[in-house]
């Protein structure tokens, strides 16, 4: 990094803290503190929903899997807007209504404090873990392409977060996040100009697009039923739907964005506008990643994008036979670059038989190629056992860092720190309100001042902020640490969906009956866990189900036994 | 902190402020639907047009 890039790097981040911490100073009450003044306008509520959504992985990853698999990722979302759509119908004016702070006050006011502690508990553990991840995957990426120390990479991304989400709560983490989403989405369109900037001067836009086609990255839709595929247009809609209604109905950190808003109005329509921007802003960054593999048919691209670990592979034994990879990885290159050329002029010419002709060549060296990159992946885990052998994550960063210029280096990396920083000041603003509002002043302290609560919010903001950043830096000590907050995360979230399901649409089924059944719900999913191989990512499905199924079975022989 | 009373889902039909551009949220509703039925077609397009 040069001079330049640190000076953008500093300067933006250092801009957005500051401009939060005046922006929204004095801050004295809770209703000020937690929501904000409820005098959010709606576009500060959509922007801060998609920034609290789009966490750094969501910049260093999308670009990598549209690298590895083309477009189709977007099919994720299909769901999202009508979950907001739903959302916006039946959720905002409840909550609105009784005028809660969290989401899980709403379940004492439908149910009872014991399913609404239960509930908020569920949730406490689930995303304090997470806040810890949020902050943990960036920095280990960000740390190993930069050499920073990974101490000091989550130390800088935690501090200058509980720095701004102390100071100024709620309306501080939504502030910023306009912000952020500034400089996120604006890095991120000059990084895919520079992209297309790069290409060889035969090849235009429409070419690139075109060459993407035949190699079959523009791949955005699959009508085609697969259980077993995570990404088609089924799974998008059916799946999607389910997730955002989850994230957006029941999470907390999403909750409190819209619960700022000035009005229900507002919140809907900051609900809404998410629901319009949210495909177009993944169909971006996915574009972008295809348009990094287009550079890669013309550039030689590294034959493992983690370079670190490679590196470490030089000094074992196994490095001759790394070399030899690396020649082979060249000369396909070399080959291969030729054919893309050679497609390139035969789409030119609008010659079928010769595009087909190329195409084929082209996809034999690309087959090729994908051997040797599997081969290096195996011998990098040979030779450095417990290596992580999915480089996708470090596609766009390492051309952010090989080929942009000094200055968009520093904004690029900014981009990636704003998003880090927009999702973990969600999550801790979330987490305090919900210890202190569903727990503390519930169950603890009922009668306190609101200075008392808003001390109590602050001191459990930097609580968590502590907690999430030593969770960061001793995540490295752990072995497959993500996937396992990911399964603690779907243990608990499929329980959470089902009491919030109920509570919203099944009127008959009471309190006893809902935390009987969520405690039944748990249990199911945790013999799933412990004595069965379902897929983690079915826990949600199979918990949100039998929190519904055993809420009607035990509300039928409650309400007999209460006849009887 | 608010009493606590009902047991049932409140009413969730009271009037709200009006939605810009449309005279009622069903209008933006079916916006933000018919937004996502486009960007399908789009999308169905683009692949069709690009394989």
């Known amino acids: 990094m040069r001079p330049l890039d640190w000076i953008v790097l500093l ?50 990853s999308t670009p990598g899997q549209a690298y590895e698999d083309g477009m189709r990722f977007v099919q994720f979302y299909f769901g999202l807007p009508i979950a907001m759509v739903i959302i916006s119908i039946t959720v905002i004016p409840i909550f609105y209504r009784l005028k809660v702070y969290t989401a899980y006050e709403f379940l004492e006011n439908r149910f009872d404090l014991k399913t609404r502690s239960l509930a908020a508990f569920l949730f406490l553990v689930q995303r304090g873990l997470a806040a810890g991840i949020t902050i943990y995957a960036p920095a280990i990426i960000l740390s190993t392409m930069l050499g920073w120390s990974l101490t000091m990479t989550n130390l800088i991304i935690g501090v200058l977060v509980i720095v701004y989400t102390v100071s100024g709560g709620t309306k501080a983490v939504s502030v910023t996040q306009k912000q952020q989403m500034a400089v996120m989405m604006g890095g991120m369109v000059i990084a895919g100009f520079m992209v297309v900037s790069y290409l060889p001067e035969n090849v235009g836009f429409d070419d690139a697009v075109a060459v993407a086609g035949k190699m079959g990255k523009m791949n955005v839709i699959d009508f085609s039923f697969d259980w077993d595929d995570r990404y088609n247009f089924w799974s998008g809609l059916t799946g999607g739907l389910f997730l955002a209604l989850s994230y957006f109905g029941t999470d907390q950190s999403q909750v409190a964005r819209y619960l700022g808003g000035k009005s229900i109005g507002e919140s809907r329509l900051g609900l809404l506008f998410n629901g319009l921007l949210k495909i177009p802003m993944q169909f971006l960054i996915l574009f972008i990643g ?30 001759e036979e790394l070399r030899g990879l690396e020649t082979r990885h060249t000369v396909l290159f070399q080959e291969k670059q030729q054919a893309v050329q050679g497609l390139v002029t035969a789409l030119k010419s609008e010659d079928e038989a010769a595009v087909t002709t190329a195409q084929g060549k082209v996809a034999a060296l690309t087959s090729a190629g994908k051997q040797v990159r599997e081969e290096v992946k195996e011998l990098i885990a040979k030779a450095v056992p417990g290596s992580e052998t999915k480089d996708t994550d470090y596609v766009f960063i390492s051309f952010v860092m090989k ?10 990396l900014a981009v990636i720190l704003s998003a880090a920083m927009s999702s973990t000041a969600s999550e801790l603003n979330a987490l305090a309100s919900t210890t202190v509002v569903d727990i503390y002043k519930r ?69 006893n009956a809902v935390f009987l059944a969520a405690l039944l719900a748990e249990g199911v999913v945790l013999f799933c866990f412990y004595f069965t191989d379902i897929a983690f990512l079915w826990f949600n499905v199979i918990g949100c189900a039998c929190v519904v199924l055993f809420g009607f079975i035990l509300q039928g022989m409650i309400g007999e036994k209460a006849k009887s | 902190m608010k009493k606590i009373t009902t047991t049932e889902p409140v009413d969730t039909e009271a009037p709200v402020d009006k939605p810009p551009f449309f005279k009622s949220w069903a209008g933006m509703y079916w916006l933000v639907i018919g937004n996502l039925a486009f960007l399908i077609l789009l999308f169905y397009v683009i692949t069709r047009y690009y394989a």
């Open chain 1, 11 to 60: 300067g933006t981040l250092g801009f957005i803290v500051v401009y939060g911490i005046w922006k929204t100073r004095g801050s004295k009450d809770m209703e000020g503190y937690l929501k904000g003044d409820n005098s959010m306008k709606w576009w500060t509520i959509g922007l801060s929903i998609m920034a609290t959504q789009a966490s750094a992985i969501t910049f260093l």
């Open chain 1, 290 to 319: 295809v348009m990094v593999f287009v550079f890669y048919q013309f550039n030689q691209p590294p034959v493992f994008f983690n370079e670190a670990a490679k590196n470490k592979v030089y000094a074992t034994p196994y490095a």
């Open chain 1, 403 to 412: 080929y942009l210029p000094t200055g968009l280096v520093g904004l690029l």
């Open chain 1, 443 to 511: 169950n603890v302290k009922q009668h306190a001042s609101p200075a008392h609560y808003v001390n109590a919010s602050k001191l459990l903001t930097v609580a968590w902020g502590v907690i999430a950043i030593l969770f960061a830096t001793f995540a490295s000590l752990l072995d497959n640490l993500i996937q396992a907050v990911n399964i603690i995360g779907s243990i608990f979230y499929g329980t959470i969906l089902g009491i919030f399901l109920v509570a919203f649409y099944f009127k008959r089924i009471k309190g």
